[in-house]
């Protein structure tokens, strides 16, 4: 077998290719956006607004629409992921004060976009902020109004760009024309070293002390682990790259794949490196659950090869 050390193994950059679906469901989730961002105005007139809760509370249904579109629009354009994002999250939040706008002078004047900023600018003059129980603020306060927007409008616009990024950036097989799938195990921190030598040196035997550790909701640090693979590895003649990522959490924890590994702080010292066949059963003998054969392959029976 031969070795490749790991500074100049391939390792997985997105193409930064596009699919004509991502046109129509960009398109819906922009419509998605402003019905939401309606909403948010009606929680606002019936007085149920928290300052900045729930506007990030309305831009996580948002977030998942924008991962959604990205993942189905087979986006893998970081900048192009990022920006439909950022876009959504600015016609959700504008969309309520739209939404209000449409609402003080009527439905005929929908088209008049063009009064957006002094209907804003008006609201930021005259939104009294209300405790929950307690009385009205007397007068209201515009400087702190428009810290508030701004506030709100960064939290939103975060969120959903975070979103596009984050799913544009997934591993995606050109060849295949689909995204890979990962799986992933949770080792102790620290075990990247292991990894790189294992992978620098041909010799596996520094991970066999390697064990699984027990995720609970607050474990914090870990080594995510994560094998990246075509759905049908028959596909394209079996030649479709598998990538190993071994990232050092320092901070995370939560329930599920995605805190786990997407939402949560650290590095990856080992970041989707291509590795071979013959390394990818190595692993799959050493952590079942990381590299064994999913449930389709499992069902098939192996191929019998004739002499
Ligand atoms: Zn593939």
């Known amino acids: 077998m031969t070795v490749t050390p790991l500074e100049v193994r391939e390792r997985y950059e997105p193409s930064g290719g596009i699919d004509w679906r991502f046109a129509p469901l960009a398109a819906g989730t922009f419509i998605a956006a402003l019905a939401l961002g309606g909403l948010l105005y009606l929680l606002f007139q019936a007085g149920v607004y928290l300052l900045l809760l729930i506007p990030a509370f309305m831009a996580i249904p948002l977030s998942f629409l924008v991962y959604g579109a990205v993942r189905a629009g087979h986006c893998r354009s970081r900048l192009i992921g990022s920006a439909l994002g950022l876009a959504a999250g600015v016609v959700l939040y504008l969309g309520s004060y739209y939404t209000g706008m449409v609402h003080s002078i009527g439905l005929g004047g929908w088209h008049r976009i063009d009064l957006l900023p002094r209907y804003i600018e008006w609201r930021a003059q005259n939104d009294v902020a209300r405790g929950n129980h307690g009385p009205a603020d007397e007068k209201p306060k515009p400087g702190l109004n428009l810290f508030f927007m701004i506030l709100e409008l960064s939290t939103v616009v975060f969120m959903t760009a975070f979103a596009g990024r984050a799913s544009a950036g997934r591993t995606y097989c050109e060849d295949c024309r689909s995204w890979k799938r990962r799986k992933a195990i949770f080792l102790p921190p620290g075990s990247s070293a292991p990894f790189a030598r294992a992978l620098d040196s041909g010799d596996f035997s520094g991970l066999e002390g390697l064990q699984e550790i027990e995720m609970r909701v607050d474990t914090r640090q870990y080594a995510a682990t994560i094998l990246e693979r075509c759905p049908s590895p028959g596909h394209a003649g079996g030649t479709c790259p598998t990538f190993l990522t071994v990232r050092e959490i320092r901070f995370g924890g939560g329930a599920g794949?995605?805190?786990?590994?997407?939402?949560?702080?650290?590095?990856?010292?080992?970041?989707?490196?291509?590795?071979?066949?013959?390394?990818?059963?190595?692993?799959?003998?050493?952590?079942?659950?990381?590299?064994?054969?999913?449930?389709?392959?499992?069902?098939?029976?192996?191929?019998?090869?004739?002499?």
């Open 257 to 307: 794949t995605i805190p786990r590994l997407d939402l949560s702080i650290g590095r990856s010292p080992i970041d989707r490196v291509a590795i071979a066949p013959e390394e990818v059963s190595r692993l799959g003998r050493l952590f079942p659950a990381l590299a064994g054969p999913s449930r389709q392959e499992a069902a098939v029976p192996a191929p019998v090869e004739v002499a």
